[in-house]
């Protein structure tokens, strides 16, 4: 896990579950923050919540509410076995827990608590829960064991593995909850009460990494290859107008947002996949570089656009900003040579970065032209794959030869879009010729009559 967090003294009520473990402050070693919810497992293995915490509305405890905790608690139900990790969605957690007292690496138990109207506790019903309780299918004696968990708004992912298998590790998503907009990827939009597999992931494919946006989910591979499914064809966008056509819509399966270049799969040695409301971010490459796409507001994606993103874009990474710039110890002669060296550097930096934010600019704009241009031609917005090969691989473009295989490889659908598309432009500019036409009649017969009064 991350490096510790100190959170306060001991005397805060955690659970001693080892007479090994040193007196000493409290330090939090994993955060997670849902819809009105926080959470945090301490270096012991305990978690805490605060916020909108699910709580018994009446004696009885037959029924759910949710009440505010200004200050973080403690969750007693696990009794001494450490909680490893946790996920929470806008009313609901789901927590791994370890099967013994000393987490060794495996047999990681799933619960799940809190609010249940669309089966996102996975418990086969859609009863709300107070206190965790086992998710049956990932009890301590399942075949398979848990090893990510995320949440989004309404419904839940894991990601397990066979235990004790000498085959090649085989790795498998589970989804359950809500299921409107196609988040579950099961194929259809209904809502799913138990875990249920994501059926149409490639068996051989390991998932390294799987998180949860409020209507979208998308998952890595080990070898770099990313596939989400969700609202708005996977991307976490809000239905848009403008798109029509059958590249519009919600992704009930998964959908492959990686491609691949002369080395290999785009994202190469991905390390992690993290989703936002309604956008994705992906680390690869070691956590050299990253990726972005779906919605753009207030610059989220990181790609000094504030537009959306259809497909994987780069994330400037990193910053080319005086905060990140690298230097060196000098001595003390080395400063006095060299302080004119780095005014100079520096004055050049600043200038390469206007330079940049001016070309970002009209790159932008160009972008947005083009995905007009393109969504008016063929109905969708603009991706990569797009792009000609012979631009792509070459930097050359023979408009005639491409249109050419474009309409070659086109499909009947496709071919009377663009039928229909130059139909009602042509339509448009002869009308527009004959209303200019008519103009110039009428500027004409206007002196003449005005003379012969």
Request: aromatic share 8%.
């Amino acid at each position: 896990m991350d490096q510790c967090l100190e959170l306060g003294s001991r005397s805060l009520g955690s659970l001693d579950h080892s007479e090994t473990k040193s007196e000493g402050p409290l330090k939090i070693c994993s955060i997670k923050a849902g819809g009105m919810m926080s959470l945090a497992i301490d270096d012991h293995g305990t978690l805490w919540m605060w916020g909108n915490c699910p709580q018994q509305s009446n004696k009885n405890g037959s029924s759910i509410s949710f009440e505010s905790s200004f200050i973080p608690i403690p969750v007693h139900d696990f009794h001494g076995h450490p909680v490893v990790k946790v996920a929470c969605g806008s009313e609901h957690v789901v927590a791994l827990v370890s099967a013994r007292e000393t987490y060794k690496g495996e047999d990681l138990v799933c619960y799940s608590w809190g609010n249940n109207n669309h089966g996102q506790l996975g418990l086969g019903d859609r009863e709300s829960r107070v206190h965790p309780e086992i998710i049956e299918m990932f009890n301590q004696d399942s075949s398979w064991d848990v090893y990510e968990v995320a949440c989004g708004a309404h419904h839940t992912a894991l990601l397990t593995r066979k235990k004790r298998t000498n085959d090649t590790l085989e790795s498998v998503c589970w989804t359950f909850g809500l299921g409107d907009n196609g988040q579950l990827g099961h194929g259809t939009t209904q809502s799913v009460l138990k875990p249920e597999p994501v059926k149409e992931l490639p068996q051989q494919a390991y998932l390294i990494s799987v998180d949860c946006g409020l209507f979208h989910t998308s998952v890595v591979s080990s070898v770099g290859d990313v596939w989400s499914w969700g609202m708005e064809k996977g991307l976490g966008l809000c239905p848009d107008a403008s798109f029509t056509g059958t590249d519009a819509g919600d992704a009930a399966s998964p959908l492959i947002m990686s491609g691949y270049g002369i080395d290999g799969p785009i994202f190469h040695n991905p390390i992690q996949v993290a989703c936002g409301a309604a956008h994705t971010v992906l680390v690869a490459h070691d956590g050299y570089k990253l990726w972005s796409w779906g919605r753009g507001t207030s610059g989220v994606l990181g790609n000094g656009k504030t537009v959306n993103c259809f497909a994987p874009s780069f994330v400037f990474w990193p910053p080319l900003t005086e905060d990140f710039k690298q230097s060196e110890p000098k001595t003390v002669g080395e400063e006095g040579n060299g302080s004119k060296a780095v005014a100079e550097t520096d004055r050049s930096l600043s200038l390469a970065m206007e330079e940049i934010k001016l070309l970002q600019s009209k790159l932008s704009i160009m972008e947005q032209y083009g995905g007009m241009l393109h969504g008016l031609v063929f109905g969708k917005p603009f991706t990569y794959q797009d792009i000609p090969i012979s631009l792509q691989n070459s930097g050359n473009f023979d408009i005639a030869k491409e249109w050419e295989s474009m309409l070659e490889s086109s499909d009947h659908g496709k071919l009377r879009r663009l039928e229909l598309f130059y139909r009602d432009m042509r339509a448009t500019i002869k009308d527009k010729i004959m209303k200019r036409r008519i103009q110039e009649i009428i500027k004409e017969c206007l002196p003449s009559s005005t003379s012969a009064k």
